[in-house]
């Protein structure tokens, strides 16, 4: 066979694989066969070399262990009620607090709950 050959009006030579790099691109690595290992672990393997699906997956977990963990990170208790709060208006986040000098300090906090009631119309 020649390795000449003629496709359409283009006659060139073919190429083999002696042509070829006698090297391969490809890494050289340990062969595993994966007919040893189970399907979990397969999906796994390939799961680890995923850093964007570690980092979801860790979201993920922290998500599900704060719902599991709610009432003990409760900041009080499901029983204690305030029902004078139960109309109350949301309060606004502050983020400055102005010193008596009259500069500025970052401190995020949330102003105290001020209610005035008018004593004639007994409304809020």
Same mark, same amino acid.
């Not at 283009?10 to 083999?16: C, E, I």
């Not at 309060?91 to 000098?101: A, I, L, R, T, Y």
């Given at each position: 066979?020649?390795?000449h050959?003629?496709?359409g009006?283009h006659?060139g030579?073919?190429?083999? !694989? /002696?042509?070829?790099?006698?090297i391969?691109p @490809?890494?050289?690595g340990k062969?595993?066969?994966? #007919?040893a290992i189970?399907?979990?672990r397969?999906?796994?393997?390939k799961?680890?070399?995923?850093? !964007? /699906?570690?980092?979801?997956?860790a979201?993920? @977990?922290?998500?599900?262990l704060?719902?599991?963990? #709610?009432e003990?990170?409760?900041?009080?208790?499901p029983?204690?009620?305030r029902p004078?709060?139960?109309? /109350?208006?949301p309060?606004g986040f502050s983020?400055?607090?102005?010193k008596?000098d009259?500069?500025s300090?970052f401190?995020?906090?949330?102003?105290?709950?001020?209610?005035?009631?008018?004593k004639v119309a007994l409304r809020?």
């Amino acid at each position: 066979m020649s390795t000449h050959e003629t496709f359409g009006n283009h006659a060139g030579p073919l190429h083999t !694989v /002696a042509d070829g790099p006698s090297i391969s691109p @490809l890494k050289q690595g340990k062969t595993v066969s994966t #007919a040893a290992i189970g399907p979990w672990r397969l999906v796994a393997g390939k799961l680890i070399r995923q850093k !964007v /699906a570690i980092v979801a997956g860790a979201i993920i @977990l922290f998500l599900y262990l704060v719902g599991l963990f #709610a009432e003990f990170l409760a900041p009080a208790l499901p029983m204690t009620s305030r029902p004078q709060y139960t109309y /109350a208006p949301p309060q606004g986040f502050s983020f400055f607090v102005e010193k008596p000098d009259g500069s500025s300090e970052f401190n995020f906090h949330v102003k105290g709950y001020k209610v005035e009631i008018d004593k004639v119309a007994l409304r809020r």
